[in-house]
């Protein structure tokens, strides 16, 4: 019944921006977070962003801080990954994931979106 989709990819120039979104409905536990994950071949999957839906706590990794900010609508169990400033290293497979919190910001994945291709030429 645990449902996640999300939305928004394109192709991009570097330089340019996309506004990814995900909606994850269903869920029920003692805890809940959605993120941000992106694959591309040969790469283990890695995760980009994450927030808390409640208390709003975020995590970023190190190459997206000061491009990427993710942002949540708890009415919508909606959340948007703004990402800026693109480069051709971000080239990727984005999934979103509904879990749960752990560590500070961090979300441990339970349930799947079916992935968003982003592409960035330059």
């Known amino acids: 019944q645990v449902q996640v989709a999300e939305s928004g990819g394109g192709s991009v120039q570097a330089g340019g921006s996309l506004r990814l979104s995900c909606e994850a409905t269903?869920?029920?536990?003692?805890?809940?977070?959605l993120g941000w994950f992106r694959q591309v071949p040969g790469k283990e999957r890695e995760e980009v962003t994450s927030?808390?839906?409640?208390?709003?706590?975020?995590y970023y990794t190190d190459s997206v801080k000061g491009r990427f900010t993710i942002s949540e609508d708890n009415a919508k169990n909606t959340v948007y990954l703004q990402m800026n400033s693109l480069k051709p290293e971000d080239t990727a497979v984005y999934f979103c994931?509904?879990?749960?919190?752990?560590?500070?910001?961090?979300?441990?994945?339970?349930?799947w979106g079916q992935g968003t291709q982003v592409t960035i030429s330059s």
């Open positions: 994931a509904a879990g749960s919190p752990y560590g500070v910001g961090r979300c441990a994945p339970a349930y």
């Open positions: 269903g869920y029920r536990g003692g805890g809940f977070c």
């Open positions: 927030i808390w839906a409640l208390g709003a706590i975020t």
